[in-house]
């Protein structure tokens, strides 16, 4: 878009600046004020004459887009500026503008709501899991077996040096748990407190550490102390770090079973929210703004690094294996983002203030001094806006949800919580 200001309008803005800035001018050879309006032109008219070009180049790209009824997606490109006295202003901006589109009908939308029933075996199960996370490491005098835990000393080396992370004390290791690369925890199977063992092994040609990947690698082990799993017992003192005081097994196995129900319930909702997003995005099919979804990569790129440095990894060394996945997430985000919009101004939502209040109450439950907590969020602005987005959105998914077809499948409370590992334990569909 071509933007033309007349030199008029400029002229005037500069006239009233001199007028006021001749007022206080200090000019040598002048009282302060007093000199000629010529001299306060040819001292200042150039400056104040720029600072104007540049507010006004400004302002007119926002009126151009109220006049032009577009909606600019990002930042323009400012370019061919030409502005001299006598001449006004003129310039291009190159920009995006959001998308103009026809949603698709929600009624022609198939979605699936997960069920889940939880059961005996279920509560049982989340028991054991509950010991296996508590359970306690005895040193044993026997070889290695496989579930066993052992403290170990290395060496790696490559070609006979030394590599950067190739070498620990004490180290932790748990056989069976795939942590290691390929050949390191077998080769430490059957093996007793202070023996000494040497691993010829591989790098993964898909190894973290591109240094590393497909490389051979020597492992010089010596083996410190091999310990068994003693899982704890069901008493008072094991109950009570879960808040059970008394009641007994009988409480305690109804506290498991409450709190595996508001997981249920959290994990169901999650669930269908993004079946419904999924299959929202699906349906919709428009050209995104680029300028928007190269914000929303680099967003999701800084988020990728700050995890992998939390996890001591580098980024620099891995970020390329993500990038397909973050582009693909921020064109789905962007896209969704967009769509979700356009529903919630179709539909005419809003975030109902009774739901906002008791999800920020429910999130407050867990401090200390929840209404403080909920207070805070209430001064806060842009925490309340979140909330507040967050309750838009379900009532943008239930909208969806009462129009499009639904149909209803059954599930495990193990296939809830675990969908990546568990995709093939469905137990019924209607």
Known sequence: MTVEIPEDRIAAEVQTRLEKLSKNARIPGFRQGKAPAKVVRQQFGSRVRDEVVGEILQSSFGEAMNKEDLRPAGQPVIDKVESTVGN??????????????????????????RVCNIGDADVDAMIEKLREQNKEWLAVERASADGDQLSIDFLGTIDGVPFEGGKGENFTINLGSGMMIEGFEAGLTGKSAGEKVVLDLRFPDEYRNTELAGKPVRFEITVNKVSESLLPALTDDFMQKFGVKEGGVDAFRAEVRQNMEKERERALRQQFTSEVMDK??????????????????????????REMAMRGMNPSNAMAEFENSVQAQAHKRVKLGLVMAEIVKQAQLKADPAKVHQTIEGMAASYEDPAAVVKWYYEN????????GMCLEDEAVNWIASRAQVSEQTVSFDALMNPVQTDNTTEAST
């Not at 202003?89 to 709501?113: C, D, H, I, K, M």
């Not at 929202?280 to 995104?288: G, P």
């Open 88 to 113: 006004g202003l003129r310039y291009t901006a190159v920009f995006e503008v959001f998308p103009q589109f026809e949603l698709a009908p929600v009624e022609g939308l198939a979605v699936v709501r």
């Open 381 to 388: 602005p842009q925490q309340l806006q979140q909330i507040e």
């Open 280 to 305: 929202v995005a699906i349906a919709n099919d428009f050209e995104l703004p680029s300028t928007l979804v190269q914000s929303e990569a680099q967003r999701l790129r800084q988020q990728v690094a």
